[in-house]
């Protein structure tokens, strides 16, 4: 009887054998003979022996190795695998904050002690479980943003070199070269279609596994976007960044199957991350494929699945925003807290020098949410010294909503604020650290919905089936009630989530 990882390895190579791309992301294959690393959908005419794969969880673990990138298939710009955002354990926490950029910005002895290990451990079970050290994954990073710039700007290999991570000219060269195979100049000319040095935006694709139902996704944004830092303007979703290097505006325009985005930032450093913040917010590494298998076949969402196979789990940009959203949000409707969100953003959110469009302010950070008069927020009083008591908590850094956070751990930190309940802990957690497997029980809209389906059952007891996905068959059940207008998840909460 064949093992396990042989069974695994037989499906791997029949995915290459088929040149299936759902697999794309998920896996990386590199090829012994040739020394080169490939997406299982490469379109190069020879297939690759068997006896030739080798098989690697990313593409830094491939690099690791000595394989450089295929220039066919480009197989570093394909979606990031799901296996990092559904997993909570310290390996896929290690790797969502290396794609934040905190090895960049903190190294490596900074990522081990904000997930409160020492580096060596890190290093060891980085190697042990994917086949590649912290310092590789972030190699990989930068190498991805050198390619981009190349690729889609005019900006000079130095200020390319810089902007990517790197300590020097030199490293730059020779990682673009082991990597890509190809000199920094040739990389260039591989595309004509660039930005001219000296114009502010970036142009880029953001690549996700189809099907993606946009409009649901737009019909959240729209619904919840707040004047002043964000807007939808037709299939163009727009709006500010925070970020390390300065303020930052992005736009992501819907196609029918693709989605174009456009980048201003500060510092050419902070574009990585950006485009990481979005990809959440857009739930763009998701794959339909694994989720409707599971969803699909339920006797009361698989029809609702079949019809919107694409719905997708909305993120936030970053914790901060999806906690004081939701804090807004308890107990009111969804207008009415766009509404307050819209002038406290008016009163205290930083203007932006170059006004977008509508939008023309950042987000209030922190420690300016922290600094508050109560009796300023135009808020219930409990709700305003809950808002106040969690925006104390992020500035002082004693709670964690960053993309490296344990989701079980935030979780509890939250119940233990006053005034936070268990509908404001789940609706975070869901945006804010991306869990795939969340049920928000109190939600009325979510009630409602199960009711019009014919849930019999207690909500709780039939999402048991919907495991490991129930944020998912939450998006679902929201899109089927709101229809045919925009989503509306926030509505009156249970008792236990007023304040007291």
């Given at each position: ?333 969804v207008a009415s807290g766009r509404g307050v969100l819209a002038r406290l ?156």
């Open positions: 009887m064949r093992s396990q990882d042989a069974d695994q390895a037989e499906a791997w190579m029949v995915a290459v054998e088929s040149r299936d791309a759902r697999f794309d992301g998920w896996i990386t294959v590199g090829v012994a003979s040739t020394g080169i690393y490939c997406r299982p959908s490469c379109p190069t005419p020879v297939r690759p022996s068997r006896r030739h794969m080798r098989f690697f969880p990313t593409p830094a673990s491939a690099q690791q190795a000595g394989f450089r990138a295929c220039k066919r298939c480009a197989p570093d710009a394909t979606p990031g695998s799901p296996e990092w955002n559904r997993r909570d354990d310290l390996v896929a926490r290690a790797i969502r904050a290396i794609d934040d950029g905190m090895v960049d910005r903190s190294g490596v002895q900074g990522l081990a002690d904000h997930l409160a290990v020492s580096a060596r451990h890190l290093h060891r079970l980085l190697v042990s479980e994917i086949g590649a050290s912290p310092v590789a994954l972030a190699r990989a990073r930068r190498a991805k943003a050198a390619r981009i710039l190349i690729e889609t700007t005019e900006v000079s290999f130095t200020d390319v070199a810089f902007a990517a991570g790197f300590d020097s000219i030199r490293q730059f060269n020779d990682t673009v070269r082991s990597v890509f195979a190809a000199s920094p100049t040739e990389l260039r000319g591989r595309r004509s279609a660039r930005t001219p040095r000296g114009q502010d935006w970036i142009s880029l694709r953001l690549p996700f596994r189809p099907p993606y139902d946009a409009d649901q996704v737009l019909g959240w944004l729209a619904s919840h976007a707040i004047a002043g830092i964000e807007e939808v303007d037709g299939r163009t979703y727009r709006r500010s960044l925070r970020l390390s290097g300065g303020p930052a505006v992005v736009e992501l325009t819907f196609g029918d199957e693709r989605i174009d985005g456009r980048f201003r930032v500060s510092q050419l450093t902070d574009l990585q991350t950006a485009l990481h913040r979005c990809r959440r917010l857009l739930d763009l590494d998701a794959d339909p494929r694994v989720i409707n298998e599971t969803l699909g076949v339920d006797p009361v969402l698989g029809p609702i699945v079949g019809s919107h196979p694409g719905v997708r789990s909305l993120g936030a940009v970053d914790g901060l925003d999806a906690l004081i959203r939701t804090v807004v949000h308890q107990q009111v409707s953003v008016g009163e205290y959110g930083e203007p932006l020098v170059d006004p977008v469009g509508r939008v023309g302010r950042l987000f209030p950070s922190a420690s300016t949410w922290a600094s508050l008069d109560a009796d300023s927020l135009g808020l219930p009083k409990a709700r305003a010294a809950t808002l106040l008591r969690v925006a104390t908590a992020l500035a002082e850094e004693r709670l964690d909503l960053g993309p490296s956070a344990d989701r079980g751990k935030a979780r509890r930190e939250l119940l233990a604020v006053k005034g936070i309940g268990p509908w404001s802990a789940s609706i975070v957690t869901l945006r804010a650290l991306g869990d795939p497997d969340v049920l928000v029980a109190g939600d009325l809209a979510l009630v409602r919905s199960a009711a019009a389906l014919g849930i019999a059952e207690p909500l709780d007891q039939a999402a048991q089936r919907w495991r490991p996905w129930r944020s998912y068959a939450m998006h679902h059940l929201w899109r089927q009630y709101m229809i045919p207008t925009t989503t509306d998840e926030t509505t009156d909460e249970t008792t236990d989530e007023r304040p007291c």
